[in-house]
């Protein structure tokens, strides 16, 4: 018979129980957040797009209109930086009517009918020099009559390059030419033609100009004008 002194053997590792014999489980504490670097890059795309236009970085990433003609400038005796559109067919495709001169420059015809005769002594091949064609400008699509464009070095150079003799229209590479053209007059009403075959139109007075200093500054405007044929 056990003594007052003595006690229960208790089972090595048992610990004291609350009612219902559950033990008490400690709650685990949960880590605390951490941005991984899909969420940071994240972060850091949303403020730039929020920052960066009000900022003068902003300012680089801004797309730019093209400057348009200035026909303020276009003034018989002034000079005025012109860009106009071309393909290499434009060489024979373009076409003005008028019986009137402008020291010693004409339309390729003189009614819709008659072709100017050859000058006496003119050169058999000088790139229309004398000649005067029908152009649209870059990027405001405006008429310019212009007299002598394929002499300049770097246009007869992309003609020679880029003959279109048997070449598709819409396989040649639309261009952009800026030259310095001073106006040496006005032709009143000339017609207009801008491929053999098309009927001849009116578009009002045409300034007349005589390209200097020309050059090639886009090889590729084919999104920016409608083509004429």
């Known amino acids: 018979m056990a003594t007052s002194g003595e006690s229960k053997a208790r089972p090595r590792g048992a610990r004291g129980t609350k009612s219902g014999g559950r033990s008490k489980r400690r709650k685990r504490r949960e880590p605390a957040p951490v941005a991984t670097g899909r969420f940071v890059t994240a972060a850091v795309i949303l403020a730039a797009l929020i920052l960066v236009p009000f900022s003068p970085l902003g300012n680089l990433f801004v797309l730019r209109e093209p400057d348009t003609a200035d026909h303020g400038n276009w003034k018989v005796g002034s000079t005025a930086p012109v860009k106009v559109t071309l393909v290499t067919a434009d060489f024979d495709r373009l076409f003005c009517a008028s019986d009137k001169e402008i ?31 029908p152009y649209r400008t870059w990027p405001d ?49 000339p017609r207009l033609r801008w491929a053999p075959g098309d009927r001849w139109i009116n578009e009002g007075d045409a300034m007349v100009g005589l390209p200097r200093e020309c050059k090639v500054v886009s090889g590729d405007a084919s999104d920016e004008v409608e083509d004429e044929s």
């Open 141 to 189: 699509n405006s008429l310019i009559l212009l007299t002598g464009l394929w002499a300049e070095p770097e246009v007869a150079l992309r003609l020679h390059q880029e003959p279109p003799a048997g070449v598709a229209l819409d396989k040649l590479a639309r261009f952009v030419v800026e030259c310095q053209v001073k106006f040496i007059g006005s032709l009143p009403a």
């Open 103 to 133: 020291e010693g420059k004409r339309c390729a015809f003189k009614t819709e009918q008659e072709r100017w005769p050859r000058q006496e002594q003119a050169p058999l091949d000088d790139n229309k020099k004398d000649v005067i064609q």
